[in-house]
């Protein structure tokens, strides 16, 4: 996917990586680069609803779920809010 876009497009992309990993983290492996990748399957879709959205809601909501549904950890709302206005303001410096 990230090939195909444009590249202001594909700046937001690598930066939503960096931020998945390094941010959002929410089973703390970001002090390891060997699990490098463990987020990236979460990536096409947080970039997806960036770029549909001026709100950071719909990825406030998808990393809940990723969360709680798919990982079985505590929800953390305001550490995915935190994190998906991260992303929409990255997204507006960009000018997306």
Known sequence: MAKELPPD???LYKRI???LFYK???IGISGSDWAR???HSYLPRVFSYAMQS???ESITMYLGVVTTENM???LARKHDQTIAELIMAIKKGLGL
Do not use: A
Request: no cysteine; glycine share 6%; hydrophobic share 30%.
């Open 24 to 26: 959002w983290d929410p």
């Open 17 to 19: 990586d960096e931020i």
């Open 72 to 74: 079985g950890l505590s």
């Open 9 to 11: 497009q594909l700046e």
């Open 37 to 39: 990748n463990e987020y």
């Open 54 to 56: 001026v709100s950071p």
